[in-house]
């Protein structure tokens, strides 16, 4: 059994020995604090994880299609090969952030800070990107971006 823990002081048991793998789609997990925890191939389609704490998890391989992500704070968190299609992401908070070869396209970033992130091969064909800030967020040249965006006029470095 795990048991997680939310803003609020409550919490919610989980019929889980670990995380990874499971499917959590389609839940109501809004302030839950999941920060540390290893999330690896987790199912979060279409789960409200509006400001959850992921702050230092191993979210690796998860999806996140059409979740709904606002004010998550997904500061130093590895999210390799990750599926965030569609995803709501407005002022999610990435620092330092691993996104290597994730798929953000049809993603609404507006707002969220993309600042110190690895966005190596990530497609970023993404909504409301102008608003995004990448300040020192790397970059290569298989990362895809919007037609008419330019990455380093929000401080993007191509590497």
């Known amino acids: 059994m795990i048991k997680i823990k939310?803003?609020?002081?409550?919490s919610k048991e989980f019929n889980l020995t670990i995380f990874d793998g499971s499917d959590l789609s389609n839940l109501k997990l809004h302030t839950a604090i999941f920060e540390g925890y290893s999330l690896?191939?987790?199912?979060f389609n279409y789960t409200d994880l509006r400001n959850v704490n992921f702050a230092c998890c191993n979210l690796n391989f998860s999806n996140f299609t059409?979740?709904?992500?606002?004010?998550?704070?997904?500061?130093?968190c590895s999210?390799?090969?990750?599926?965030?299609t569609r995803s709501k992401l407005m002022g999610?908070?990435?620092l330092n952030a691993d996104l290597k070869n994730?798929?953000?396209?049809?993603?609404?970033?507006?707002?969220?800070?993309?600042?110190?992130?690895?966005l190596k091969g990530v497609n970023l064909q993404a909504t409301r990107i102008e608003e995004t800030s990448f300040i020192n967020a790397v970059y290569d040249k298989y990362?895809?971006?919007?037609?008419?965006?330019?990455?380093?006029?929000?401080?993007?470095?191509?590497?």
């Open 92 to 94: 999610a908070f990435l």
């Open 40 to 43: 690896q191939n987790v199912n």
């Open 66 to 76: 059409d979740a709904s992500m606002m004010n998550c704070n997904l500061m130093n």
């Open 143 to 159: 990362t895809i971006w919007p037609k008419f965006f330019l990455p380093e006029n929000k401080g993007a470095i191509l590497i």
């Open 6 to 10: 939310f803003e609020s002081g409550e």
């Open 102 to 118: 994730a798929n953000l396209f049809g993603a609404d970033l507006f707002g969220a800070n993309f600042n110190c992130t690895n």
């Open 79 to 84: 999210l390799v090969n990750v599926n965030m």
